[in-house]
C-alpha cells in the first residue's frame, strides 16, 4: 500500500490556499492537475476558490499529484531543465 504525509496546511484546514500555492510553484493549471488526478476540471477551480472542501478520495488524489517527487512529478518532462541542450541552442 502507497503512503504519503498529508501537508500540515491541508490538516489545518487550508487546503485551499495549499491548492493555489502547489499548483502555482509548478506552474500547473485546474484542467492539467484534473487530468492527472482523475476529476473533473471545475472541481479543481472550485477548491482553489474554496467554495468546496474535497471528498477524501478527492483530497487523496490531488496530495498523490502534488506531493510526487519533482523527478518523476506531472509535467516534468515537459519543464525546461537546468543545462538543458535544446534551450542553449536556443540561447544562440
Request: without cysteine; proline residues 5%.
Amino acid at each position: 500500500m502507497e503512503t504519503f504525509t498529508v501537508p500540515r496546511r491541508v490538516l489545518d484546514g487550508d487546503f485551499a490556499g495549499w491548492l493555489r500555492d502547489e499548483m502555482k510553484s509548478r506552474r500547473m493549471t485546474g484542467r492539467m492537475l484534473a487530468h492527472r488526478a482523475g476529476v473533473d476540471h471545475t472541481t479543481i477551480y472550485r477548491l482553489t476558490l474554496g467554495e468546496r472542501q474535497p471528498t477524501l478520495a478527492t483530497a487523496v488524489a490531488i496530495i498523490r499529484v502534488l506531493r510526487a517527487e519533482p523527478s518523476r512529478g506531472p509535467f516534468y518532462d515537459e519543464l525546461p531543465q537546468e543545462g538543458d541542450e535544446a534551450l542553449k541552442e536556443e540561447a544562440r
